[in-house]
């Protein structure tokens, strides 16, 4: 018996060495962790249960026969993170380089489906070269088992992904159709072909960095949604964004003990709105004052910066912020805030987690790069995005909700649960100074009329009270109870109920 025993050892201690030290070695001297020693860090100690950690491969063409490593490449099983239950899968660089053969595959796909049963996230860590190339189409197949997956999964389970070192061809697909991504700087890239290719087919020059790092894709593309130093920032990073979510879309919100009081008054964001409509101020300083312990969790801090979207909590349980920054653009609606805070607000209507608005927009970006880039199709995203959301939705316009920018931040018209407006607030078509030019076109020359009318549009229109007194807003608030109300208001809308008609599924303007 004792012998059997000491068998097992020796065969788990040979998968725990995957593709063998020299490449150990390599991955350390990269400044890269081994796929277990990042579920190590990931998970809480000595919660990881590995399962299938004697699949092998089944290849036997260009002498794969004779490479055969247990595990194939992928390290699969569940743990918890802060006691929550969790399925991680984490590839094996030092194995063929991560890449997914079938068997690989099948290893995904068995613990993606045990998730989907008990209802847990799934945490992919990814270091893949993509399609294993001496498997073909084996290879091929298995990753549309896990595209498929990843898709019946959405909106059912949050799916997270971490890149963590080149990852090409399938091994980017994967990821994309997952809630969110997180990648390491300066170790990471994700492309569909890389600078090799690229090269060939379009004669461009281009660096792995350039290409597909994390910082091309969280500023530029917007493919991912937040950079990390290091792989041990990356992975504690990842425990504190899963501790904001639910563990499936039949759970409810986690709620954390909070000392902070749920009817804090914040006195100084009376005056944090600056004496001239022009000055910006930063949006993330309101945030900070109203949420739970100044916490919250930005999602794509660096793409699209003219629209903050984060996780933050309200008496211990998780919200969804979208908020216009007037640091940035002045807080515009462009193509790329559009695209951003559409899919943030899909996801916590497909998660429960009640959506809180701040506005201040001064309306969408003109011009022809906007235009001929689609600006209609995407900003209807972010309105169609609003308008099917059924989850609690609280609004609170600061400052200016101008023109169709003021409908599509959850505005009352969109089912708006409660919609708050600060004395500060001008609700209106468009700002005073356009507005005159329009409407008295023929006054133009004549600068003291301008000015006379355009005082009257301001005092008419740069207010919250024309929309109160149609109840379009539902109360204007002194901006220090900002954190009460809102406390009020979600403790009320706990037990909203509302429901969409019947469909197969909506066809939003993709
Ligand atoms: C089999 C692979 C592999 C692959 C890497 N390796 N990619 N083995 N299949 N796809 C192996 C290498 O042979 C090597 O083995 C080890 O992994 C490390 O690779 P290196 O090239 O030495 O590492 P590095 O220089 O860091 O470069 C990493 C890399 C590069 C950028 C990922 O290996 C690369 O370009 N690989 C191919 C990428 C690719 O084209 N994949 C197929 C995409 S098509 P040894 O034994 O030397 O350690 C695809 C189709 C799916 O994925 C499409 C679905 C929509």
């Not at 708050?420 to 209106?428: F, L, N, R, S, V």
Request: one cysteine or more; a negative charge; glycine letters at 8%.
């Amino acid at each position: 018996m004792l012998a059997i025993l000491q068998k097992l050892e020796e065969k788990r201690d040979q998968a725990k060495l995957g593709g063998g030290q020299a490449r150990i070695d390599a991955q350390h001297r990269k400044g890269r962790l081994t796929a277990r020693e990042r579920i190590d860090v990931l998970v809480d100690p000595g919660s990881f249960e590995e399962l299938d950690t004697y699949v092998e491969h089944n290849c036997i063409d260009f002498g794969m026969q004779d490479q055969v490593i247990p595990g194939d490449g992928v390290v699969t099983g569940s743990g918890t993170i802060n006691g929550r239950l969790v399925f991680v899968f984490s590839q094996d660089f030092t194995v063929f380089g991560g890449s997914l053969s079938e068997r690989h595959a099948q290893k995904i796909c068995k613990i993606m489906d045990m998730a989907m049963k008990v209802g847990a996230p799934v945490i992919g860590l990814n270091d893949s070269g993509g399609a294993r190339i001496q498997e073909g189409v084996a290879s091929l197949a298995g990753y549309a088992e896990v595209f498929q997956r990843n898709v019946m999964a959405s909106g059912v389970i949050p799916q997270i992904s971490v890149i963590m070192g080149p990852c090409a061809g399938g091994a980017v697909y994967s990821p994309a159709m997952t809630d969110f991504i997180f990648m390491v700087k300066d170790s990471s890239y994700m492309f569909v072909t890389g600078p090799d290719v690229v090269k060939t087919v379009t004669n461009e020059v281009v660096t792995q960095e350039e290409l597909g790092g994390a910082v091309t894709h969280t500023t530029k593309s917007g493919v991912a949604d937040v950079a990390f130093e290091n792989d041990i920032e990356a992975l504690l990073s990842v425990r504190e964004f899963v501790d904001f979510l639910p563990l499936s879309n039949r759970q409810d919100v986690p709620e954390r003990p909070t000392g902070d009081a749920w009817d804090r008054n914040e006195a100084s964001l009376d005056t944090l709105i600056p004496d001239s409509a022009n000055k910006p101020y930063d949006m993330k300083e309101l945030i900070a004052k109203v949420v739970d312990e100044g916490d919250f969790f930005e999602v794509q801090p660096t793409h699209a910066p003219n629209i903050v979207t984060c996780f933050a909590r309200i008496e211990g349980r998780t919200i969804g912020i979208v908020a216009n920054q007037p640091m940035a653009l002045a807080g515009v609606l462009d193509i790329n805030s559009s695209k951003k805070a559409a899919r943030f607000v899909r996801f916590c209507d497909a998660f429960d987690i009640p959506i809180i608005t701040f506005v201040d927009v001064p309306g969408f970006l003109p011009g022809t790069a906007q235009e001929h880039n689609g600006i209609i199709k995407h900003g209807a995203k972010l309105l169609f995005a609003y308008a099917e959301a059924t989850v609690p939705k609280i609004t609170v316009i600061t400052r200016k909700a101008y023109g169709g920018a003021y409908d599509v931040m959850s505005s009352k018209h969109l089912r708006g649960d409660l919609n708050y407006a600060w004395p500060t607030a001008e609700i209106a078509v468009m700002g005073a100074k356009g507005a005159v030019e329009i409407i008295f076109r023929k006054d133009i020359g004549d600068k003291d009329k301008i000015a006379a009318r355009t005082a009257e549009y301001e005092e008419r229109f740069a207010n919250p009270f024309v929309a109160a007194s149609k109840g379009f807003i539902d109360e204007v608030i002194m901006p220090q109870t900002t954190r009460r109300r809102i406390a009020q208001g979600l403790r009320k809308l706990r037990n909203k109920q509302l429901e969409n008609p019947w469909k197969k599924h909506d066809n939003i303007p993709l």
